[in-house]
């Protein structure tokens, strides 16, 4: 029996689609095991091309591709992506789950946020295909997916080496080389990148980043094994969010900063493998991975509130090694004659993390808040029974257990202190038909996000250790629930339309004041999505996507009920054509629309929205030209806007305003690509 006869799963994309990219050229992906079904209306599989085809500003926004996903950027281009989804305001990936290859991207207890999820050491044309998931529905999904997960994979062969390179506005430079080969009894893929890019910005990022990728693979998807080593450094200059006030009374201008010497650093450096085998009873994969990891960020976001004098810029530091790992068996076999599997696994995960902040002037330190050392572990373990009962009705039941333990040592002695926590959430689905090629699913279960293990333990204010503050839940539940139908009857066309809640118990939420997210109150979330993609033609598709959310605290508050920064609309369109030789090109249409900045909506920000355009052309010797117009219609929009106090040079008191990052102006690239 094989598994696609069993499994409540869509189709992955098919590799004839219409593609619009100078530097991808396709290859292999899943050895030693790939990406796994899915099963529901608002899940899915993207294919590499797909992500390649859309023009960007920075390699995270390759996964708008993903329905109703906003990745935008808030401050310096090396520092992470602030993420939305279904109604939250994700900040840098507090309820998104991202891997990359099989190694988690979101950094619980980070110096910057909670779920810190750094996607700059992304190659787009390494990617192989994208699944993502959304709600709390699925076993494997545990820590910060919530709203959604994303898991990427690299392609483990290349159809063709590469060498690209991309010269645009505002000093933005880009070489990339790849290449596979066979080695031994199988291959050997290795990648090179450099990158420079200064901005629109009055004071230039000046970014400079090196990734590098090796890996070594052999065999297939189900019976195989792949070794892979990463490396990525960045360092940039930050022009973080401003006030409004301060450039309509023209102390800076639009792309001015308050603070020149705003910025950070960072590295990643990771040794990851997977392996597979199948047999008669089934199949059996796993996986494990090391990171080190460093980050420093110099920010300053309220500017003299705090120091009058000196200012009110901070430096937060992480420096971490984790490591961990899944391994997981599916058992095929039947039940009373009806084809069944039942899937069995387990994951961890250790952080081992020194995490500071300390207060500076011009990246000059000043004094130390806090200098903790957090060792947090993790463990969870996952079963799922998926039966078909008749041709029209497929169910999959299951649970998760995850168990946390923390222990910080903090330099302030009150604050040390151990802590442990678990939860068990139920997962289930169900799948009717298909009728007139129309499936129905449903879906429920549970989920959960971590807290930082530091507010876990502490019991008084760093700051000022006099004040005593309440300490944090280590575990937040949440529940979600999904109805949703998905119709392919028109030949090429997929429309998908799903109906969810989720119930959370605390959000987590920006604090404009400390540049970091802290536990908040209830929230409880309605939505709809709405999702078309149209392959009209094996080298042209359309693609259309719409999502609305009611977005609200679940307790009573005078205060008003209003999440804030919660989008209710974001709407996406686009048109991709080409396929091989020739012409091909790519527009792309993202909409964010306005939001409620404080509790009880008083303050809103104003909408988002943005045409990038792709066109280029493949000559028969394999080299490619294509030209990149982001922003083509040069809005002057925000990336993200935030409301709290601040205090300019020269003002008397605290000013409630308006903090934004605009959006880029008009720039083009242009990229040259050899495929040998």
């Given at each position: ?12 994309p ?28 608002s ?13 960007v ?33 994700l ?18 207890t ?43 994979d ?17 000093g ?12 031994g ?118 500017y ?9 810029q ?10 961990g790992?899944?391994?997981s ?28 902040l ?7 330190y ?6 903790d ?15 078909r009962?008749?041709?029209?009705l497929?169910?999959s ?73 309440s ?5 937040v ?9 998905r119709n ?79 989008p ?10 080409g396929e ?11 909409y ?77 690239r242009?990229?040259?690509a050899?495929?040998?």
């Amino acid at each position: 029996m094989r598994l696609d006869e069993i499994e409540v799963a869509a189709p992955r994309p098919a590799s004839s689609s219409a593609a619009a990219s100078a530097g991808y050229v396709g290859g292999i992906s899943g050895i030693g095991g790939g990406l796994r079904p899915v099963d529901a209306a608002s899940a899915g599989i993207i294919s590499g091309a797909q992500i390649n085809s859309r023009p960007v500003t920075r390699p995270g926004e390759v996964l708008e591709e993903v329905p109703g996903l906003i990745v935008t950027q808030h401050s310096g281009e090396g520092k992470a992506n602030q993420f939305f989804l279904r109604g939250f305001n994700l900040d840098h990936g507090t309820d998104i789950a991202i891997h990359v290859d099989g190694m988690p991207v979101n950094m619980r207890t980070h110096a910057h946020g909670q779920g810190y999820a750094d996607l700059n050491f992304l190659i787009p044309e390494l990617v192989g295909a994208v699944e993502f998931h959304k709600g709390p529905y699925f076993v494997r999904d545990g820590d910060f997916a919530s709203a959604g997960s994303v898991r990427i994979d690299y392609l483990d062969k290349l159809d063709r080496n590469l060498a690209l390179t991309t010269l645009g506005s505002f000093g933005f430079k880009r070489g990339l080389s790849s290449a596979s080969v066979p080695l031994g009894a199988g291959n050997l893929l290795v990648a090179g990148e450099a990158q420079t890019y200064d901005g629109p910005w009055v004071v230039p990022d000046a970014l400079r980043k090196l990734n590098g990728v090796a890996r070594y693979s052999q065999g297939t998807a189900t019976d195989g094994f792949a070794v892979t080593g990463m490396a990525y450094w960045a360092k940039w200059n930050a022009t973080n969010q401003i006030p409004e006030r301060a450039v309509a009374e023209g102390f800076i201008g639009r792309y001015g900063t308050l603070d020149p010497t705003d910025g950070g650093d960072t590295g990643r450096f990771s040794l990851s493998g997977r392996w597979s085998q199948s047999d008669a009873g089934g199949i059996t994969r796993a996986s494990a991975y090391v990171i080190r990891y460093q980050m420093n960020l110099w920010n300053n976001f309220t500017y003299f509130l705090n120091d009058p004098i000196n200012g009110d810029q901070f430096r937060q530091r992480d420096a971490r090694v984790l490591g961990g790992g899944e391994i997981s068996r599916v058992f095929q076999g039947d039940l009373f004659g009806l084809p069944m599997e039942n899937e069995i696994g387990v994951q961890t995960r250790t952080d081992d993390i020194r995490v500071g902040l300390f207060n500076t002037t011009a990246r000059q330190y000043r004094s130390t808040v806090l200098d903790d050392r957090v060792l947090e572990a993790s463990a969870a373990f996952y079963y799922e029974n998926r039966v078909r009962w008749t041709d029209w009705l497929r169910t999959s039941v299951g649970f998760r257990a995850d168990g946390y333990y923390a222990d910080v040592r903090s330099d302030t002695p009150a604050n040390s202190g151990r802590a442990r926590d678990s939860i068990v959430n139920p997962k289930l689905g169900a799948v009717f038909g298909p009728w007139a090629d129309t499936e129905i699913y449903l879906n429920y279960g549970g989920g959960f996000h971590s807290n930082d293990a530091r507010g876990i333990t502490a019991t008084v204010d760093p700051a000022s250790p006099l004040f005593n503050i309440s300490r944090s839940p280590f575990l937040v539940p949440s529940t979600g629930y999904e109805v949703g139908i998905r119709n392919r009857s028109i030949a090429g066309l997929e429309t998908s339309l799903a109906l969810f809640r989720l119930d959370f118990a605390s959000e987590n939420l920006f604090q404009g004041d400390t540049g970091t997210t802290e536990p908040s109150r209830p929230t409880r979330r309605f939505g709809i999505e709405w999702s078309n993609h149209y392959a009209i033609t094996p080298w042209l598709r359309l693609e259309g996507d719409l999502t609305i959310t009611n977005a609200r605290f679940s307790d009573r508050d005078p205060v008003g009920q209003r999440v804030p920064e919660a989008p209710t609309t974001i709407a996406s369109a686009g048109v991709t054509f080409g396929e091989g030789q020739g012409w091909f090109g790519s527009l792309r249409f993202r909409y964010f629309g306005p939001r409620p900045l404080i509790e009880d909506n008083s303050v809103r920000s104003k909408p988002t929205a943005l045409l990038n355009g792709r066109i280029g052309y493949t000559f028969d010797n394999g080299v490619s030209l294509a030209l990149d117009v982001l922003n083509l219609t040069n809005a002057k929009a925000d990336q993200i806007t935030y409301y709290y106090e601040s205090r300019l040079p020269g003002e008397a008191a605290a000013v409630a305003d308006r903090h934004f990052h605009p959006v880029e102006p008009t720039a083009v690239r242009l990229t040259l690509a050899g495929r040998f």
